[in-house]
């Protein structure tokens, strides 16, 4: 039977006075990159509420019932759950609204917007405990990372690494993942940008609306930060960049976070981890469009390797990667500011 039907049948159980009355108003809401579906439901006094479709052969709700409560206890802003059924995968959820972050966000509305990202990215690493979510191990790091020979290297340029060019990008995950693995460790919701945050205006809890968590595990302390600053949808000029991590930095350290004392050796931690994002994010969109046909994703892509470039060029130890990258693309090798 559809999906579309099962989720009918199943909102038609929940709300059985409108069954009979009128039928009830489910337009499509959002769809991610995932097999997940949302939609909108309109009940019959004008309220909205988002049914979450998650084909129990391909998606588990209860990791996202799991951080939901996680980060609700740390006090910020995710949707309520009203009701469940995990056998045929739906979830019923308070509405957070259509618009996103990336709706909004400019010069004059970024400060305020990412000072309450920061606020609620602080509030969620404050609860951070061992053991709760899935660890951001190196098993995990590492099968990121081999998304980008696999879909970005081999499917989406063509191309076959030789044997000099495979032992220079292991040579550099190795790199990384050294940097990485010894970073403190916290909550990570792993998705946390501008197209997850959800601007909220007089409600409770506050601004941002934070959603598409459902893969949270616990790691790297610069992980999440990295998402929302070096975001595959909105760049801004470093300066800018700079100016919003440090805010954070300041906001982390007098909250008591693990963050090095040290803002340049925080930033050097934030660009290393935001390269293994970057070569991981590479490989999802290629893999998205390849294997998945959604071509949306194709015209972030340079943005996603602009960032990558900047660290390379940036650092000595990354140079390799750097030059290899060069040779990928067919470009003149480029020099930059290294450290």
């Not at 559809?2 to 709300?15: A, D, G």
């Not at 998650?54 to 740390?74: I, K, M, Q, S, Y």
């Not at 909550?187 to 459902?214: C, E, K, T, W």
């Amino acid at each position: 039977m559809p999906r579309t039907i099962l989720l009918r049948e199943w909102l038609n159980r929940l709300f059985p006075r409108q069954h009979h009355e009128q039928e009830l108003r489910i337009e499509p809401a959002s769809a991610d990159a995932s097999f997940r579906r949302y939609f909108r439901v309109t009940l019959e006094n004008g309220d909205t509420r988002i049914v979450m479709d998650a084909p129990p052969e391909h998606e588990d709700c209860r990791p996202f019932l799991h951080v939901a409560t996680l980060f609700r206890d740390a006090g910020v802003h995710v949707p309520e759950v009203f009701a469940q059924d995990l056998e045929q995968g739906f979830l019923l959820l308070s509405d957070l609204g259509n618009t996103t972050y990336l709706n909004v966000l400019d010069a004059t509305t970024a400060p305020a917007l990412y000072r309450d990202a920061n606020a609620a990215l602080v509030d969620i690493q404050r609860a951070s405990r061992a053991g709760v979510l899935p660890a951001y191990d190196r098993a995990l790091l590492e099968r990121e990372l081999n998304l980008f020979p696999d879909w970005y290297v081999a499917r989406h340029l063509g191309l076959t690494l030789d044997t000099v060019q495979t032992a220079q990008l292991r040579n550099a995950f190795e790199t990384l993942l050294a940097n990485n693995l010894a970073q403190p460790q916290v909550f990570v919701h792993r998705d946390y940008h501008s197209r997850n945050l959800m601007v909220i205006d007089g409600a409770y809890p506050a601004n941002p609306g934070i959603i598409d968590f459902q893969d949270a595990v616990y790691g790297p302390i610069t992980y999440d930060l990295v998402s929302l600053y070096r975001d595959a949808y909105i760049t801004w000029e470093e300066e800018r960049e700079l100016d919003f991590v440090i805010r954070y930095w300041e906001m982390a350290k007098k909250a008591g976070l693990p963050v090095s004392p040290d803002f340049d050796a925080f930033y050097r931690d934030y660009e290393w981890m935001g390269a293994q994002r970057q070569i991981k994010v590479l490989g999802i969109f290629a893999r998205l469009y390849h294997r998945d046909g959604k071509d949306g994703y194709l015209k972030d892509m340079p943005r996603v390797m602009a960032y990558l470039r900047r660290t390379c060029t940036r650092y000595n130890a990354l140079a390799p990667l750097a030059r290899l990258l060069d040779q990928l693309e067919n470009r003149a090798v480029e020099t930059g500011l290294t450290f």
